[in-house]
């Protein structure tokens, strides 16, 4: 059966593969787990996990769009996920644990409100394909890792609640210095209007539960993503301990990506394989009233979760992390150290010449795919992008797209490489 064409009813009586018999660990988002003593843990904690998947019968997009994302609408959907991932650590904490039937806190139904299949809810698919028309993406039309958390990011500016700084990398750079000055900004309220109108909601679509503080804070809580391309058809192999590795940190949201047109949402690994939500199932829109209790089941998944090998990764990903606070940042920055934020080495000087990476290069030329070859055989593993204090001087175009809405820069432009093109395009603001 098409994954595509799955409902949830029959779903719930599908066939679903055990975790493998292995002494290795499993990780699960920064989580270390045995599969022989602490299975039942590892249930528990991907079924908090929120789960987002196709849905149908929704109002329309736009008043005359679609009423369901099914074939289309897998990427969003991943998109909401990780989202959700770092509005559970931001409101909830990472030990937080979801069970049927219990009673939850009031912040996990607010978190969950965010992301209904309805225009006033503020990570909707309604308000993700709507923002995604300013891209260059129509309604109904597939997204690449890149393009969503564009989209992701200028939503978060509404959400006044959770108060993030949203922080996509560009380039296969991270610079340090373009973050600490995100975070130590204020949060612009911006658009109300974006929003109907209603008393009893904030313009960011939160209920009226979900209070904001008006306290000044030092550091806003950063969700980090960075696109990456590793590999021009396949994934660099010397890539996949870098990747594995990302799953063990404690700021891990995951990584957004999959094979082409087919996304899914990774959230730890074992072994040579990688662990993950699959929204490719259909389910009927929920019809959530307001102050009324959400029946949530279908928003958690309940059974063991799909595997997938390394090897098989579209090269077109999406990495995310969350920093609730500057130590949270400065503990990330170490740990990417450790591992080795330096670009990979390419060009004409060979191995014992680095250079930055090539802007452009998808780490496929002859000299970066020779040594990792060389690093594969020796147990190393290729960094999937760089750390740096201040932006590189081989950077010409600075980061306008980490501006603020009101930035007098505003018209600027950034160019990207996304996985659904071979080629840039060019992203409006």
Known sequence: MDAATLTYDTLRFAEFED????????????????????????LADVASRLWFTYRKNFPAIGGT???SDTGWGCMLRCGQMIFAQALVCRHLGRDWRWTPRARQPDSYFSVLRAFLDRKDSCYSIHQIAQMGVGE???????????????????????????????HVAMDNTVVMEDIRRLCRSSLPCAGAAAFPADSDRHCNGFPAGAEVSSRPSPWRPLVLLIPLRLGLTDINAAYAETLKHCFMMPQSLGVIGGK???????????????????????????QAAEHCPIPDESFHCQHPPSRMSIAELDPSIAVGFFCGTEDDFNDWCQQV?????????????????????????????????????????????????????????????????????????????????????EDFEILSL
Request: net charge negative; hydrophobic share 35%.
């Open 136 to 166: 260059g993406k129509s309604i109904g039309q597939w997204y690449g890792p890149n393009t969503v958390a564009q989209v992701l990011k200028k939503l978060a500016v509404f959400d006044t609640w959770s108060a993030l700084a949203v």
């Open 19 to 42: 975790f493998p018999e292995t002494s290795e660990p499993l990780w699960i988002l920064g989580r270390k787990y045995s599969i022989f003593t602490e299975k039942d843990e590892i």
């Open 260 to 286: 082409p047109n087919s996304a899914r949402y990774f959230i730890g690994y074992v072994g040579e394989e990688l662990i993950y939500l699959d929204p490719h199932t259909t389910q009927p829109a929920l």
């Open 337 to 421: 150290r450790k591992v080795g934020g330096a670009p990979p080495l390419c060009g004409s000087g060979g191995p014992s010449s680095p250079a930055p990476l090539a802007l452009g290069c998808t780490a496929s030329c002859a000299p970066c795919l020779a040594l990792g070859r060389q690093l594969s055989l020796l147990g190393g593993a290729l960094p999937m992008f760089e750390l740096v204090e201040r932006q590189p001087s081989h950077l010409a175009c600075p980061d306008v797209l980490n501006l603020s809405l009101d930035s007098s820069d505003v018209e600027r432009l950034e160019r990207f490489f996304d996985s659904e093109d």
């Open 65 to 67: 769009g679609p009423t």
